[in-house]
């Protein structure tokens, strides 16, 4: 089995690792741990350490996250045979002292199509929508702000040929996982490529990273499926990004399209190396870490609702897991153009936050054309990089020091197109995304600030 080791080492062989200019490997940091394979082309990675704020310093809501040396922990992979498994992830932190814990590495996949349906408008419409004319006349269309793609890398050049306009990817602020071959923006035309289309409705500007997390190798894989940890390593790299830019005018979007199906890859629920259910795993520790620094966080709420779900949906029950259900990101359920919920759509209550998804968002209309002129951009994986676009849209002229990405995304909430009788559901959330409502709170705010 696949799994991440946090370690506890010296602190100075911590600063190595946090240190992008220092290169360290596995074995720097995890010689000689019986039972385990090391994986020495994943880099170890500095994880933050939730440090309590007058409360419980796991509830991902009172807490600051320290890098500091004596504080941080390092991530390495590896595999562990399964019939050790269980012996091995309870013997290892009581016979090493620096192994803080074993956890799940689960596989990761993106949401893909719901067979069957044509689409329901197009991206035009979903422009119209989106009043994407009044975000470009408030200044908001995304310019110099940093959208950054999790998926399966992007094709630049089907976008411009698509959309008929150039498109910004700085390469150099992208992030390419080891044993991929594409260089950023040369992606084959695939999931990712898609995601970036719909972001770009509402922020056309906008300078897309490039993070194919989807594409690296695993025995026995699929060619557009990966492992949580390079998930861990681009977050991990996005923090960096962020931390380089001017704090006035700090900004980051980062749009998932992605989740964890089954449980059949993780450890069960109250293994202390679970994912699906612990808010003390690494990943969810460095995604709320990442949205502390002043990035806003984006995931699809996943494609298995009750009505037409995923082939591959496994959790019997709350299909909203790990990451995608966080209590500091905002998980985007889906919706067509007519404000009607996608039979995929996952729904609540989630497993980390109960009041998952947080808002929907326009999915399944005919867009990036990367499945074919008449398939439609479908999904919770469409809902959520349109949701991005319009994050990102906002950041131009509200960078993070002028408005928290918490302070956003409870605008966002409060100023949805409400779907239910009674607020909050868990089919639309808080409803709609509503971004002439959002720039009309924003322009209140404002005036309250004068």
Request: proline share 9%; hydrophobic share 40%.
């Amino acid at each position: 089995m696949r799994v991440m080791i946090q370690l506890r080492p010296e602190p100075d062989v911590v600063a190595a690792v946090a240190d992008p200019e220092v290169t360290t490997s596995a074995s720097d940091v995890a010689d000689r741990l019986p039972g385990v394979v090391l994986d020495e082309s994943f880099p170890p990675i500095a994880v933050p350490r939730p440090v309590p704020r007058g409360g419980d310093p796991l509830s991902l809501r009172r807490v600051a996250f320290s890098m500091a040396p004596q504080d941080a922990t390092v991530l390495v992979r590896g595999e562990i045979g399964d019939d050790e498994i269980t012996t091995r992830t309870a013997l290892l932190p009581v016979a090493h002292r620096q192994v803080a814990g074993v956890f799940a590495d689960p596989v990761i996949a993106p949401g893909l199509v719901c067979a069957g349906d044509p689409p329901v408008g197009d991206w035009q419409r979903v422009a119209e929508l989106l009043d994407t004319a009044g975000l470009r006349a408030e200044g908001c269309d995304g310019s110099g702000v940093p959208l950054a793609i999790l998926d399966t890398g992007i094709n630049l050049a089907h976008l411009r040929e698509v959309l008929g306009r150039e498109v910004r990817l700085d390469a150099e602020r992208s992030l390419v996982p080891e044993g991929v071959s594409e260089r950023p923006g040369e992606a084959w035309v695939d999931h990712g490529t898609m995601c970036a289309f719909d972001a770009l409705i509402a922020a056309p500007n906008a300078t897309l990273l490039d993070l194919p997390v989807l594409l690296s190798q695993r025995p026995g894989g699929s060619a557009i499926d990966g492992l949580l940890s390079d998930a861990v390593a681009a977050f991990a790299h996005l923090r960096t990004v962020l931390e380089a830019m001017p704090e006035e005018s700090r900004a980051l979007v980062v749009s998932n399209s992605w989740g964890s199906f089954s449980p059949r890859w993780d450890f069960p629920v109250g293994h202390p190396g679970n994912y699906s259910d612990n808010p003390a795993h690494p990943f969810n520790i460095i995604v709320g870490s990442l949205e502390q620094a002043g990035a806003d966080v984006l995931f699809a709420a996943g494609n298995c609702g009750r009505d037409c779900p995923d082939g591959r949906c496994a959790f019997p029950e709350r299909p909203i897991v790990g990451a995608n259900s966080h209590g500091q990101v905002i998980s985007v359920g889906g919706v067509d153009v007519e404000g009607k919920r996608v039979g995929y759509s996952s729904q609540g209550p989630g497993r980390l936050s109960d009041q998952k998804p947080d808002l929907c968002a326009y999915t399944h209309f005919s867009g990036s054309q990367v499945y074919g002129p008449d398939s439609p951009d479908s999904g919770t994986s469409a809902a959520c990089p349109v949701a991005a676009g319009v994050v990102a849209a906002i950041r131009t002229r509200w960078p993070a020091s002028r408005l928290s990405p918490a302070e956003l995304r409870t605008l966002l909430q409060r100023t949805a197109d409400d779907r239910s009788d009674i607020g909050f559901d868990y089919d639309y959330g808080y409803g709609i995304l509503n971004p002439p409502a959002v720039l009309a709170a924003l322009r209140r705010l404002e005036a309250r600030r004068v």
